[in-house]
């Protein structure tokens, strides 16, 4: 799991770099796109583990700046 914990991190503190100061609705919502392509396919246990249960962890447009804020945090503690 520790593979899958830094290839996470890796991509979700990416994105969230980028996302935090764009200025584009456009881009925000392609790293969303992205973000969601990639959790279809990341370690089912770890998003379990970061999601505490949530079943919209990360697709939510509504919660996604709180969420991988979050996700990276965590992911980051984890390392």
């Known amino acids: 799991m520790k593979h899958s914990i830094e290839s996470a991190y890796c ?20 790293i969303e796109y992205a973000i969601a392509s ?20 990360l697709l939510s447009h509504a919660t996604f700046p709180t969420d991988i804020a979050a996700a990276v945090n965590q992911l980051e503690a984890m390392l």
């Open 38 to 57: 990639y959790v279809e396919t990341m370690n089912s246990e770890l998003y379990a583990q970061l999601s505490g249960g949530r079943t919209d962890f």
């Open 11 to 30: 991509f979700f503190h990416q994105k969230w770099r980028v996302y935090q100061y764009s200025n584009s609705p456009q881009q925000k919502e392609e």
